[in-house]
């Protein structure tokens, strides 16, 4: 075969897109702009599939654990990345962990030892124009072709930090405390729904003690280049929001004006009182399991959250999808711009892959890559592209990010079980086992019609 496809960036997306396709007989350049005397400001070294960060691929228990089946699924994929990892593994008790230098020499090792694979040092400024591309170029896109990048799909559409605020299991919160209800009953713009929202009523002293809790809980701090980005008004971490006076959350995202809570109704009032503040959670993904705290981006660090936002009323059992965060992170607003093969709709010749499609994580962006690398051999060869299934780890992940989230709040999404169609009928103790299950039932086949070929 002698297609070409060009990859940008030899990150974990990248390397892993390029795997694929090569062992599938494609040619494959790799641009990357490591080893030129370019450098992004977290990486530290020219190698391949650098971790930037932890040296942990997270959990790898693939029966109970959703970021576990997805090494599942790639092992069953021929991934490099779970590949690499094996030979770089250290010990790390139900975590699979890497020697990070291991990790990435073998990871170029790999790639080195094709011949169809040439790793160019380059940096690209501008999004080709023809031929077949993945642009895979990660949270930290050099500046250059995030501006060409942003000039091809819009202003708006392209992130350069991810304000995260934490999101919430649906039927991890009490509705005997909260209530469902869209400030002054106003009807929904998309479905005329006047109780979008849940709410979390809270009395005056238990505010009190909340917004306490947000100026003296403990911070993560930026790291300086992080410090550099600006946040907007609009992004503003709720405890920055604390300190600015204890009356500011009330008039802001705990603003409780137009919510009438039921639970607190009395034969004067039959609708029920507005709290004396309220946290609100909207509705994150289309099946309706993940829920968004709205206005709580936060540096608090991570068990903190977990601590300080269980006593929020009707949280207190709260189990987190996701913790909230602050971080510089370019992706793409993907549920609106790509389709559900990850090409760009107006340039389909350009697919991306990895962080920059709003996917988090290094098991994550690597998955992404797999897929691309799928999808482009799929295309390449004239066939049909079979999505996995979206019962399974890496069929929920792409469903989410190509068009199942909600655009008008996506923020960057690990894998979790939130994603998954949701299986009420089995009990909560059940669900993640019976979660697995499914999705190991349903992904054989699929993986069945993977050929080596294909
Ligand atoms: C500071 C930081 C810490 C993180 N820590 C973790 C963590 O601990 N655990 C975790 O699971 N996830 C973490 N992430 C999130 C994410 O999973 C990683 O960033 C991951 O490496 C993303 O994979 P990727 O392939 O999409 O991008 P990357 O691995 O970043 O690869 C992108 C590659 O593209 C290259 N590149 C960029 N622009 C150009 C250009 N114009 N031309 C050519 N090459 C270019 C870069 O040099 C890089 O090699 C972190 C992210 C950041 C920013």
Redesign the pocket.
């Given at each position: 075969m002698t297609q070409k496809v060009h990859i940008?960036?030899?990150?974990?997306?990248?390397s892993e897109a390029a795997w694929q396709l090569a062992r599938r007989g494609f040619q494959v350049r790799i641009?990357?702009?490591?080893g030129t005397g370019e450098g992004?400001p977290?990486?530290q070294t020219d190698g391949l599939?650098?971790?930037?960060?932890?040296n942990?691929f997270?959990s790898d228990d693939d029966e109970k654990n959703a970021v576990g089946l997805l090494h599942h699924e790639m092992r069953a994929c021929d991934s490099l990345i779970m590949g690499a990892a094996k030979v770089a593994a250290v010990p790390a008790g139900s975590a699979l962990a890497v020697d990070r230098d291991a990790f990435s020499a073998e990871v170029e090792k790999r790639l080195s030892a094709l011949d169809n694979v040439e790793i160019v040092r380059?940096?690209?400024?501008q999004l080709p124009t023809e031929g077949t591309t993945i642009v895979?170029?990660?949270?930290?896109?050099?500046e250059?072709?995030a501006g060409s990048i942003g000039a091809a799909t819009g202003a708006d559409s392209l992130a350069f930090f991810d304000a995260i605020a934490p999101i919430v299991y649906r039927d991890s919160i009490d509705m005997d405390i909260c209530w469902m209800a869209s400030r002054w009953d106003k009807p929904s713009k998309v479905g005329g729904g006047t109780k979008d929202y849940i709410n979390c009523p809270m009395t005056k002293e238990q505010y009190i003690a909340f917004h306490q809790g947000l100026v003296d809980g403990e911070k993560t701090v930026f790291k300086d280049w992080e410090a550099n980005t600006p946040y907007f008004d609009g992004c503003m971490p709720i405890e920055v929001m604390a300190e600015r006076g204890v009356e500011t959350l009330r008039f802001g995202p705990m603003k409780p004006v137009g919510l009438d809570n039921p639970h607190w109704a009395t034969p004067e009032h039959p609708n029920g009182r507005w709290p004396y503040a309220v946290v609100q959670l909207r509705q994150d993904n289309k099946l309706g399991t993940l829920w968004n705290m709205v206005g709580f981006q936060t540096k608090l660090k991570h068990a903190e959250q977990v601590r300080l936002f269980r006593t929020i009323p009707g949280l207190e059992n709260a189990e987190f999808a996701r913790l909230g965060g602050l971080?510089?992170?370019t992706f793409l607003n993907s549920p609106v711009l790509l389709d559900r093969q990850l090409r760009l709709k107006t340039a389909p010749h350009v697919r991306f892959a990895?962080?920059?499609t709003g996917c988090?994580?290094?098991?994550?962006?690597s998955a992404v890559?797999l897929m691309a690398g799928l999808m482009t051999a799929a295309e390449l060869t004239g066939r049909t592209w079979q999505a996995p299934p979206a019962t399974t780890a890496m069929g929920a992940l792409l469903s989410h990010i190509t068009g199942d989230a909600e655009a008008e709040s996506f923020q960057p999404m690990n894998v979790n079980f939130g994603l998954f169609p949701p299986l009420h009928e089995v009990s909560k103790k059940q669900r993640k086992e019976a979660y697995t299950a499914r999705a190991k039932e349903e992904f054989g086949p699929w993986i069945a019609g993977l050929t080596p070929a294909n």
């Open positions: 940008i960036g030899g990150g974990l997306a990248g641009s990357e702009m490591r992004t977290a990486h599939a650098e971790l930037v960060c932890s942990s997270r380059e940096r690209v400024d895979a170029t990660g949270p930290l896109t050099a250059a072709l971080h510089r992170n990895g962080q920059i988090e994580g290094y098991v994550e962006s890559g």
